[in-house]
């Protein structure tokens, strides 16, 4: 019985340190990253320190990003106009896939929020 007791309190602890911190930075988001999608021409994202380029089929915008990390919410401001305002999207990033999800980034209805993902380069 004591035995049982010390494997399991061991096995518990070794379960807690190996526990890595699973937030997202803004380290993770580094690079380039392409819309996974059907159509043939797909939107871009590049993140490069606090700036987010959002290139699109038809236009492209140049952004400031910041993270809440603890909500998961990816904040967006036009970079040459921040007086327009801040949008915010919750943000999801599968580091085994290196999927990123995005949630609200294209225009929806509000009942329907869009996800859309992209895979890193």
């Known amino acids: ?3 049982k007791i010390i494997w399991t309190f061991s096995v518990l602890i070794i379960l807690v340190s190996c526990e890595k911190d699973m937030t997202l930075d803004t380290a993770d988001l580094q690079g380039t990253w392409t ?9 871009k994202l590049i ?15 140049t952004l ?3 993270l809440d990390k603890k909500k998961e919410l990816l904040f967006l401001a036009l970079k ?6 801040e949008s915010n999207h919750k943000i999801l990033l599968n580091r085994k896939s290196e999927e990123l999800s995005i949630w609200g980034l294209f225009p929806s209805i509000p009942e329907q929020v869009i996800e859309t993902k992209f895979k890193k380069e």
């Not at 819309?35 to 939107?43: A, D, G, L, P, Y």
């Not at 993140?47 to 915008?61: A, G, V, W």
């Open 64 to 66: 400031t990003f910041r």
């Open 35 to 43: 819309e996974q999608t059907n159509n043939s021409v797909k939107s």
């Open 47 to 61: 993140f490069e320190n606090e700036t987010l380029y959002f290139i699109k089929p038809s236009n492209s915008d």
């Open 1 to 3: 019985m004591t035995r």
């Open 80 to 85: 040459f106009n921040p007086s327009s305002g």
